[in-house]
């Protein structure tokens, strides 16, 4: 077929396989297109790969930081062939980042990074989920309905990540203002010994947030994400301080209000 | 959308509105008619992006530009994208909405992929075929008339059937959507094709593109730099890279575009490497002035 008779899907898929696979796969392109010294190709998969690069950068500012410049150029490059975007908001790519790690044999010697990942991907897509406003008369639900038919209403975008390995005190001490040397090397203290942590991350107002979460935190925020009842949530999660705990979540705005299920 | 600005004595000259830029614009107010934005950069349902846009909005028109609509792709436009894409002119009630003629999606290893470029069409008559479905469904989805810019294109296609400016007029009278007229982009081109030996004088070539666009339809005008880089075997290309100042041979364009389209709204576009926000209100002052002169050498 050439470039007189194919059609348009035939033809774009043919760019497409010359800009995401191999190099090998820009010889059939070379039937379509009137290629000069190969310069065309070779800018689009620059741009490509520049443009992986930035995505990564701006939704893993820590991981960037600990591979290096480098590193994560060459990362963001294998990532982008394989586990090229599936839609055109560059800001929804690079999830698969983290399971892309965890299968690399270079980076086996650093099995948290991907843990990592895994918690600013979290942080990355809290920054754009929907806006929500506090409804503390809600709360007066608590003392007026059964907690089998109440749901605790989270911040939106709020996530659970669980990790075997310290990551949300690696994240904050390359975050936080006011890291401190003291502070790298705590982290390093834990992560020899694989000090295991679990974050909650949410929004408050514009500014995505991140803490470690307790088991039983952890647990009762996972049940709500997961569709349950206040009353199954606290059953999930019996450790839980409730008193003590909801001031506090209250306060950070990760609870928002209460709210009567469907046919309560 | 707003009518194009033809014939109109007085220039209209905005800004693209990135990131470094966000809060010394908010905080400064320059004067601007218009404030363009990259539409994907907006489409989260909420934070502080979305927050800032809307800041701005309430200051300036804004003009939502796209680059991952992908309206020439032969699998159609992503219903998801467009649907975002809606949900933000609803929110923001632009001046103008615009994406390229270009494609990003479609088929690889069996799955449907977005290439996050602006790849180019052939100007065959299927292109032109799937590129007037595409727009006219995003212009029922959006309840509007949207906008089309020519491509800075690093290939060329085999298949033709259309001049680039017959092509895109087409377009035009096809669906009744306009054009955005990136002169920079024509010039970028037509400095590829020299230096691949295919031509002279790249400012005549853009010249006598200019007098074969068949249309009135020019709802934008685009105006950016471009760099020119060298690859490991000494060969050189022209990339559009919006990352340095308008060129004078571009500036010659624009004297052109406005003299034969009127007072249309023109856009510094500037995206890599951003400067200081001085420089660019320079840039604005610099196309406020050539579009008068040509404005009062005419009327």
């Known amino acids: ?264 | 959308m707003s009518a194009p600005a033809y014939g109109e004595a007085r220039p209209c000259v905005g800004l693209g509105w990135r990131q470094p830029h966000y809060q010394a614009l908010m905080s400064s107010r320059p004067a601007l008619d218009f404030l363009e934005v990259h539409s994907e950069n907006f489409f989260g349902e909420g934070g502080a992006a979305r927050a800032v846009l809307l800041q701005g909005r309430a200051h300036y028109p804004i003009s939502l530009h796209g680059v991952g609509l992908s309206l020439g792709s032969a699998l159609g436009v992503d219903p998801v994208h467009l649907r975002q894409l809606a949900d933000l002119v609803k929110r923001v009630d632009p001046m103008l909405v615009s994406d390229h003629a270009s494609f990003a999606r479609g088929l690889w290893r069996d799955q449907v992929v977005h290439a996050a470029d602006l790849l180019p069409l052939p100007f065959t008559d299927e292109a032109l075929a799937v590129l007037c479905r595409n727009v006219q469904t995003v212009q029922e989805a959006l309840q509007r008339p949207m906008a089309v810019e020519n491509l800075s294109a690093y290939l060329q296609w085999q298949a033709q059937d259309w001049t680039e400016p017959e092509f895109l007029a087409e377009l035009c009278r096809r669906t009744g959507c306009g054009l955005v007229l990136d002169v920079n982009n024509l010039y970028v081109n037509a400095r590829n094709q020299q230096l691949a030996g295919e031509g002279s004088d790249p400012l005549a070539a853009c010249l006598d593109w200019l007098a074969a666009l068949p249309t009135q339809a020019v709802a934008e005008i685009h105006l950016a730099g471009h760099t020119v880089v060298v690859d490991d075997e000494g060969g050189s290309m022209v990339i559009d890279d919006h990352g340095s100042q308008v060129i004078e041979p571009v500036w010659q364009l624009y004297r052109a575009a406005v003299s034969r389209w009127g007072a249309v709204p023109t856009l510094i576009e500037w995206d890599t490497a951003v400067p200081a926000l001085d420089v660019l209100l320079d840039e604005v002052r610099r196309a406020r002035a050539v579009a008068l002169d040509v404005l009062e050498a005419v009327t």
């Open chain 1, 1 to 264: 077929m050439n470039g007189t008779t194919a059609d348009l899907a035939t033809q774009q898929q043919a760019l497409l396989a010359a800009l995401l696979g191999e190099m090998g796969d820009a010889k059939k392109i070379a039937n379509y297109v009137h290629l000069v010294r190969g310069g065309g190709l070779k800018a689009y998969r620059t741009n490509g790969h520049a443009a992986a690069e930035r995505a990564l950068r701006a939704a893993y500012p820590v991981v960037t930081q600990l591979l290096g410049d480098e590193s994560l150029a060459g990362l963001a490059r294998a990532l982008w062939h394989a586990h090229p975007p599936h839609q055109g908001d560059l800001a929804c790519w690079g999830e698969d980042l983290a399971d892309f790690m965890s299968r690399s044999a270079q980076l086996a010697s650093e099995p948290y990074l991907s843990d990592l990942a895994r918690l600013e991907w979290a942080v990355h897509r809290a920054a754009c989920a929907p806006d929500a406003e506090p409804d503390w008369p809600s709360l007066a639900l608590l003392s007026t309905h059964p907690f089998e038919v109440l749901r605790l209403r989270l911040a939106p975008g709020l996530r659970v990540v669980r990790s075997a390995w310290p990551v949300v005190s690696l994240c904050l001490a390359h975050t936080e203002a006011g890291a401190t040397p003291e502070a790298l090397a705590r982290v390093g203290g834990k992560l020899r010994v694989a000090v295991a942590e679990s974050a909650v991350v949410w929004r408050q107002g514009w500014r995505p947030c991140l803490r470690e979460a307790d088991a039983a935190e952890a647990d009762l925020l996972s049940a709500v994400l997961a569709g349950a009842s206040l009353a199954e949530a606290l059953g999930a999660a019996p450790a839980l301080d409730v008193a003590a705990w909801l001031p506090d979540v209250v306060r950070s705005g990760i609870l928002l209000g209460v709210c009567a299920m469907e046919g309560a």
